[in-house]
């Protein structure tokens, strides 16, 4: 059992906490968190992305969901903590175990800063009149805890926006107005970038400044530690009327005394500053978030050349790669990783990866969000696939794409599958639509080629991503299960999504294809135009299992991408990519 | 302009209201309700079955959903009345409207236990701290408004119902208990014919009875005027425990004595009884609405079997209409709705339609809820379409059927729609999908044949159809747009939705096609048995726009249709079912 269980335990038992939950949350709830937040991680050992812990004196559980499924069963061997695999059929519901384990009259302890408003609300929904002890017990017992981490803020060029601040916060206002809502505090630190057009770093790969932000009809009032702002920073804010308040903590403070109607949107607000909040609130999604959901046309321009930058690079890292094998050098996932590093060190504008790139080979990539480690590098063989879901941040944008690709001879499993996994992202991508159309509806599209046979994978078809931003955005996202934001998010002019089908062989293989798209509308109905153009793996596709639309919609994206990128490579690689994008057809 | 709305005005001034909503709602917020109940109807004149009329001293309006368009724009011409296309782009949000039409400082009127609470809701959230009167004004200008409807209940047997009513209660208070709530009060009258195994006849076309029900832990308490009870339901309910209260009005105190958490369907809640239960409140649907979607064994059997019986009178129908064409007699809308009504009359078990016949040849196809009538029947020309949308009630089910068919010569366009439909009904019934797929998400298979060429339809692919009660039944739909309850519109075994594209060109004619699926479960994915079985019309095929796989689905199903059927049909009918249901193929 691990010693960290132990030691909370302790402190448990001193605070008179029955049960304790362990999330890695900062106080905006974001994706991913500072060092110094991950107290799941800290207590569990558990390193994956997303996850809940759930300890009481005698047992501990964590919860994740199917992309860390494998992981999570490794990492939590022998560490006295039970592995809670969501959406698999015999699951316990965490609120159901929660309600069920705690003894009768005892309270349930957490960071309430660092907490989302609607867990610890589903929890009185099953346990009503429950009392909660909001204490950061694990940060007791964490002697060793990373610091906070604070870098300068920098101002984005008008040319990357499109439209000032001062307009943004007016549209915000209207959209607060239609709400019914006077005002809103935003915790989310990829609305408060986008709204105040500035970008920081305080996170790994999200490009943003751990900071608040109060916005009423007359005022908007930024929370952010002093150090953040530089005097280029201080003049922007100035120039549009925001106000600063250099101490985050006075946050809490000012959300309390807002009157009138305060948006909240409870997904992304913290036990604690909801308890704050003491005037009638409004909840829904965000209005900056439900806002830059839809790109504008500067974006979009902006976005499709990033995607160009990205898909250069990621196209002769494919060369690079397949030309490797071909001369009987050894890879490995860690290496080829690096070299794709390189190569968008090269392009125009890259400021670095959108999140951690996956380089997985055989059945290292059924872990859908797999990282390589060099301290148990793999050698890529001659067989098999190999697959590599990547992204960067770009000057005019953000991108994200997955290609999986033959090193050698292929299954008919792996074969039938890379098929029909191409298949769907390639009719999703040629889906069209109504505006208005709920995304959910789409997801058809992408999955009925895999349902059809039988087979499925456990993630979204899509999520959004953001512009200069993090690389998962809300409310965007094409699934075939309902969520909260389903009435957010519907299908319009800019919307930024991503186009992953996958297929996962646990113990065998992973293969997943994603494109990026831009929702555009063409006069009556709306479509997608799709912004990345890397290759798919003709060496992978079994022809007999299209139609013969199917071969037509890949040929075309195969022709695209030649045209959109022969112009930038030179010698070999010219050459490769011809027939790489040559047509293929039934024999 | 209409007298009636002078004279509401009149009220209105009296009574000290600015703004008055008129639906015709009851106090169960049925979708078919009982004459006395249809406010918005007598005002207005507007005959749909679905819209809610605004008034304000010097405007009104009524907004109305795509199926009454064409219908709505007839009624309402020249009544002083504007008509509120919803769903078009340019018609103002009716929340909206009232919100900008409402004088300062003003009240807005309506009889409070015949409007939503969700209404009611949305208008505070647009017009904080209004004051809303809650007065019947319509009522106090009616002079000759018609009695209410109180005929006596029929208590089902055990064959029917495959669950007692002790077990409905055991699994409805099962159900509250993991929804945190003790009671709940029930105001939907489907969901307390289900919940208690009887059935009445208080409302045209739904086979239920005007009542209150109240259950909590302990106690279920029905809420009843005293003459609907026969012995035989009395000793029924005593059985079950269930407690009767002769007087309707007492649920209204009755759900004000409730303590606890209530579980409360704010769509199936009026503003009155909301506002009635003081208690703490958990919203969501309705425990027994939740239940009753997955239809149990028994009752999928018995669907089977009344689905039989309703698909002989049909197709025998669609031979008789073709034969008279064919010896040159005179058909009209309403002599043929007629003979159908004969047709279905001699079936076993037939209890009555289950909504109004929709019998429209021609242009009158293209108003989704046409109802024929005697004063200007239409006699059917021997070119064009046909279009008949209907539906019984049977001792072992409820059905609903559209079928359109030629008369005559068809023009391309209209061979193209009705091929391109016909697909989207097929591949909607072929879906294959994991359990718990949100329902929405099969949309796309129906619509994707029709967005592909620019084409659309108005209304929701499919809707829920209740067992021995309403035709139209939530949660379940297949539709595009996001609703309140796509969370629990979720696919599994039991579900019994229809699937019914269609394609509307106004002033032209109108194609729906309409059968009944019953999801189920063949162990690892969910799929859907189609249960109806009438032919489609193979003269109004365009193969050229079949893919193979849609001939493959089409010609299955013709020959599940003859099979199924041929065995009740003799001579002439049995040769003309073998032409009609002949493989079709590509030239």
Redesign the interface.
């Known amino acids: 059992m691990r010693e960290e269980l132990i030691r909370l335990r302790n402190e448990m038992e001193k605070a008179g906490v029955s049960l304790y939950i362990a999330c890695d949350c900062d106080d905006h709830l974001s994706e991913y968190v500072d060092d110094y937040y991950k107290s799941m991680k800290f207590v569990s050992g558990f390193t994956g992305g997303d996850g809940t812990l759930v300890v009481t004196m005698d047992e501990a559980a964590l919860w994740t969901d199917g992309r860390y499924f494998i992981q999570a069963a490794i990492e939590l061997k022998d560490s006295g903590i039970e592995l809670m695999k969501m959406g698999e059929p015999d699951c316990p519901d965490m609120y159901e175990w929660i309600s069920e384990k705690l003894p009768k009259s005892s309270a349930i302890g957490f960071d309430g800063r660092c907490i989302p408003a609607n867990m610890t609300e589903r929890i009185e ?2 346990i ?1 009149g429950i009392s909660f002890i909001s204490a950061d017990l694990v940060g007791r017992i964490w002697d060793d805890r990373p610091a906070k981490t604070q870098n300068p803020v920098m101002v984005l060029k008008d040319w990357q926006t499109g439209r000032t601040v001062s307009e943004k916060l007016k549209d915000i206002r209207d959209e607060l107005s239609k ?2 809502a006077d005002s809103t505090v935003i915790s989310a630190c990829d609305d408060i970038a986008w709204t105040l057009n500035m970008r920081g770093s305080d996170i790994a790969y999200n490009p943003v400044f751990a900071s608040f932000l109060i916005i009423d009809t007359e005022t908007a009032t930024l929370f952010i530690t002093g150090e953040h702002l530089t005097g280029e920073a201080m003049d922007h804010l100035a120039e549009a009327g925001v106000r600063v308040e250099n101490d985050t903590e006075k946050v809490y403070e000012a959300a309390g005394r807002l009157s ?2 305060v948006l909240v949107e409870k997904e992304m607000t913290s036990y604690e500053m909801l308890n704050c909040i003491r005037a ?1 609130k ?1 909840f829904g999604l965000g209005a900056a978030a439900r806002l830059k959901n839809f790109k504008n046309a500067t974006e979009m321009d902006n976005i499709r050349k990033a995607q160009i930058e990205d898909s250069i690079a990621v196209t002769r890292y494919m060369y690079f790669f397949k030309h490797e094998l071909l001369m009987g050098n050894v890879l490995t996932e860690c290496t080829a990783a690096a070299r794709l590093h390189e190569l968008r060190t090269e392009r125009t504008g890259f400021n670095g990866e959108s999140f951690p790139t996956i380089s997985a080979y055989g059945e290292n990539a059924a872990m859908c969000h797999y990282e390589p480690d060099e301290s148990r590098d793999v050698v890529v063989e001659e067989r098999g696939l190999y697959l590599c879901d990547s992204g960067g941040h770009y000057d005019c944008g953000t991108t994200d794409i997955t290609r999986t690709w033959a090193c050698g001879p292929l299954t008919d499993e792996e074969r039938k599958a890379y098929t029909l996994v191409a298949i769907g992202n390639l009719r999703l991508a040629a ?4 505006r ?3 995304a ?6 992408a ?2 080629p895999l ?2 046979n ?1 087979m ?1 994978f456990n993630h979204g078809t899509g999520h959004g991503v953001g512009y200069i931003l993090n690389v998962h955005e809300r409310p965007a996202g094409i699934r ?5 934001y ?2 957010f ?2 299908m319009d002019e800019g919307v930024y999504v991503s186009d992953e089908p996958g297929y996962y062989a646990e113990g065998k293989f992973g293969i997943r294809l994603e494109n990026m798209l831009l929702c555009v509308n063409n006069g ?2 709306c479509g997608f135009e799709t912004v990345t153009f890397v290759p798919f793996d003709s060496e992978c596709i079994d022809v007999s299992l299209m ?1 013969d639309e199917d071969i037509r919609l890949y040929n075309e994206y195969h022709s695209a991408v030649y045209e959109k990128i022969v112009p930038h490579l030179c010698g070999a690689e010219r050459e490769w990519l011809k027939e790489a994008t040559a047509p293929i057809a039934r024999f």
């Open positions: 929904g099953k009503p709400r019914g009138g109607r009638e409004v889906a069209v639509f109504p208005g159309t709920a959910i509806t789409l997801d058809y599209a999955r009925k349902w059809d039988g499925n075939y299960r309902s969520t909260a389903d009435c998010n519907v009556g109905m139609s």
